[in-house]
């Protein structure tokens, strides 16, 4: 079945520093990928997302690019702030557009220190 | 605008109650999806409703789970003979077509 594997937390980080949180995934044909971030005290909210190969999804100065030869979906960031503080989920859908059920990864809690 | 909403925040019962929890979809959205999100692991997904159609309840953990959605507006899940293992966070959120918005959850402790 379809299934997200991201990289464990937590990570701590200073500000300014680059971050990366890997994500990979597992799926038949090719699944839209998203990843969503929880802030503190808040829902959860798309932070971006690609829905075919080689795409680049951005915001917020985070990026992901969907890796279909390695089954990936990274998120990068080059200077972290402490604002960036929250919980990250990767995430996949597969099936007919507004019919998207969606398999998270467990999430990875990211904390940037001043 | 309103984004989707939930009730209750918080709920806190016994082992064998039932329980009902309420979602407020974002007005137009056609589709509606439960999740439930247990500590420190990721979100599963329970169950999803499109316009009309029946539902597509294969998430859903046992028969103790039913969800409802009325009028294509208001959902309700409802959970009955709660067990300890149904606490957890859940998460509706409504999709006008691809992108899903969440609501910030429903925490639910069984005692």
């Known amino acids: 079945g379809n299934s997200v594997t991201q990289m464990e937390g937590p990570v701590t980080l200073s500000e300014e520093a680059f971050l990366t949180i890997n994500c990979t995934y597992t799926a038949t044909g090719y699944p839209s990928l998203f990843w969503y971030v929880q802030y503190p005290g808040e829902g959860l909210q798309l932070l971006l997302k690609?829905?075919?190969?080689?795409d680049k999804g951005s915001n917020k100065g985070f990026e992901a690019t969907y890796r279909k030869e390695t089954t990936s979906f990274h998120l990068e960031k080059g200077s972290v702030q402490v604002s960036d503080s929250a919980v990250y989920f990767c995430a996949l859908s597969k099936g007919p557009e507004g019919a998207q059920k969606l398999v998270f990864g467990q999430g990875t809690r990211l904390t940037i220190n001043p | 605008g309103a984004g989707v909403s939930q009730s209750p925040s918080n709920k806190v019962t016994e082992k064998g109650k039932d329980v009902e929890l309420r979602c407020d979809p974002i007005s137009g959205h056609t589709a509606l999806y439960w999740y439930r999100q247990r500590l420190g692991q990721g979100l599963e997904f329970l169950i999803y409703?499109?316009?009309?159609?029946?539902?597509?309840k294969s998430g859903l953990p046992s028969d103790r789970f039913s969800a409802e959605r009325t009028g294509g507006s208001v959902s309700t899940l409802t959970i009955q003979r709660t067990q300890q293992e149904d606490s957890a966070v859940y998460l509706c959120?409504?999709?006008?077509?691809?992108?899903?918005?969440f609501g910030p959850g429903t925490r639910l402790l069984v005692l």
């Open positions: 959120a409504s999709s006008p077509r691809a992108t899903q918005y």
């Open positions: 409703f499109q316009g009309n159609s029946a539902p597509d």
């Open positions: 690609a829905t075919k190969a080689d």
